[in-house]
């Protein structure tokens, strides 16, 4: 018998055919578990999610509710500002309201409120903001905040922008004295007024003369519940103005301040008289009057304008138009009519058209003068103070070479009594110009009544110099004004030394 084993009778699970594909099949199965478990992905591994420690506090944190982002806050009352907070030291707040350039217009501790507040749990927080010294309209934040007590660094911290108040326009008025009032000089007078949105409710009172001089001043503050959110509020001053000659004319003059450029951002004035008029040697005719005073302003330097009355006839100029015109008068009383002014129209200097179309209507308008103390002061129907002159003498120079002059040069003119040959005269009046565009160069001499003498005689003289005060043109010879027939307004000629 052979030992050679038949194939045919091996059992099916020894044959090479299954054991191969059994081990193909558990090797799939393997694989397959592999992929599922993401053996042969390129993420990194889910970690299992860590056992739950035991929970903490909350982070520190402060939040704004009232007033909201962007809200324009009331600041005639106090603002009320609330909040909420978490973990914070002691629970404590600190709230404040801060302009555009950081700084702190109002400040307030306070602690949150709360049942868990001193376990670090949540709680709220209130304060009122007493916002003032700020121009309503103004821009600015609240800050709340909360710092560590050791360090004082800020732990939690939140802000909101904010409009302090609605903007209000600066405005400032007197109404003590009113316009065109006397006013009593013999004592410290007092001035009264009101204004509103202004800095830190600042008022500056001043009185000025119709030359313009100060002759004195005070500063004062508005005073009222609302001035420090810009409301309304009154002021008050008194001037001691016992050294002004009476009855000189002038104005009252409040006005305010920006502290940023000095310019004035509100101002109010009223023409008055510095005391009871005091008789004097003018009469409103005769004289060349200067105007001094515009409806209570001064008038342009370099744009005189002056008037003379004569027997019911009236002439002058304007400052660019010469005019003409008719009037009555008496002791009093002061009508003016038929005034025709020439048709020129000046460009320089600045606002000199817009000056005349202001003069002419308030000349048109006279209903009263006064010529106390040396001054004409001419009234309209409600008895105001409309236009103030001071005698003058007026003219023109000219020189025959037309060139322009360097803007060094200086223009002197004086008038002086002459009445004395081969003697120097009294100077009663002078006024020095800067570089003119002429010739012709106008020009205005103011002088005092009380200086002249009708007995005498009296002249007027002009130079220009340069810079080193060499000597380019002269008046050869001394014009004779006022007295002894001689005219107010004369023209001078120039030459060469």
């Known amino acids: ?52 420690a035991p929970s903490q506090p909350g982070a520190p944190h402060i939040s704004i ?21 978490q973990a914070l030291i002691e629970g404590n707040v600190v709230v404040q309201a801060i302009d555009a350039d950081g700084n702190v217009l109002a400040q307030e501790a306070t602690t949150l409120k709360g049942d868990n507040v001193g376990a670090g749990g949540k709680g709220a927080w209130s304060v009122e903001l007493k916002v003032q010294d700020v121009a309503p309209g103004s821009k600015g934040e609240i800050v709340a905040f909360s710092t560590d007590s050791k360090s004082g660094d ?33 004592r410290p007078v007092e001035v009264k007024g009101e204004g509103q949105g202004l800095f830190e409710g600042n008022v500056i009172v001043q009185a000025i003369s119709h030359s313009g001089a100060l002759l004195a001043d005070a500063v004062t503050t508005l005073q009222g519940k609302d001035v420090g959110a810009g409301g ?38 009223v023409a008055v008289i510095f005391g009871e008029a005091v008789s004097g040697p003018s009469t409103l005719e005769g004289p060349l009057w ?21 027997d019911g006839k009236l002439n002058g100029s304007a400052g660019c138009n010469t005019y003409t015109g008719d009037y009555q008068s008496d002791d009093k009383n002061l009508a003016v009519r038929s005034v025709v002014a020439t048709r020129k129209a000046c460009n320089e200097p600045a606002g000199v058209m817009e000056q005349e179309q202001t003069y002419l209507p308030l000349l048109k308008e006279a209903n009263s003068y006064s010529t106390a103390n040396g001054m004409l002061t001419i009234f309209d129907a409600s008895g105001a103070p409309a236009l103030t002159f001071s005698p003058a003498v007026a003219g023109e120079l000219n020189y025959k070479e037309r060139i322009a002059l360097p803007d060094t040069v200086q223009v002197v003119v004086t008038l002086e009594d002459v009445s ?61 004004v006022i007295t002894q027939g001689n005219p107010s307004y004369v023209e001078i000629e120039l030459s060469h030394p």
């Not at 016992?242 to 951002?265: K, L």
């Not at 160069?441 to 003289?461: E, K, M, Q, S, W």
């Open 290 to 310: 200067s105007l001094t005073l515009l409806n209570g302003s001064q008038p342009l330097d370099d744009a005189p304008i002056y008037i003379q009355f004569e």
């Open 65 to 85: 509710i009232e007033p909201v982002n962007g809200a324009v806050l009331n600041i005639a009352h106090p603002v009320q500002v609330k909040g909420e907070g």
């Open 420 to 480: 004395q040959a081969d003697a120097l005269g009294q100077v009663i009046g002078q006024v020095i110009m800067a570089a003119p565009a002429g010739p012709p160069i106008p020009f205005i001499v103011p002088y005092n009544l009380n200086d002249v003498d009708p007995a005498h005689t009296y002249g007027v003289r002009a130079q220009i110099t340069d810079a080193d005060g060499s000597l380019l043109f002269t008046s050869a010879s001394t014009y004779h």
């Open 232 to 269: 309304k509020g009154d002021w008050s001053v008194a001037l001691d103005l016992q050294q002004v000659v009476p009855g000189t004319p002038g104005q009252i003059v409040a006005f305010s301040t920006d502290p940023a450029n000095g310019a004035r951002v509100a101002e109010a004035s």
């Open 154 to 186: 800020p732990v939690a911290e939140t802000s909101v922008a904010v409009t302090f108040g609605q903007p209000i326009e600066s405005g400032i008025s007197i109404q003590q004295p009113t316009q065109g009032a006397v006013l009593d000089i013999t």
């Open 1 to 52: 018998m052979s030992n050679t084993s038949n194939p045919e009778t091996k059992p099916t699970w020894q044959k090479p055919a299954y054991i191969i594909g059994g081990v193909i099949i558990i090797a799939l199965l393997i694989l397959g578990v592999l992929a599922a478990l993401g053996a042969f992905s390129d993420k990194e591994p889910t970690p299992a999610p860590p056992i739950a």
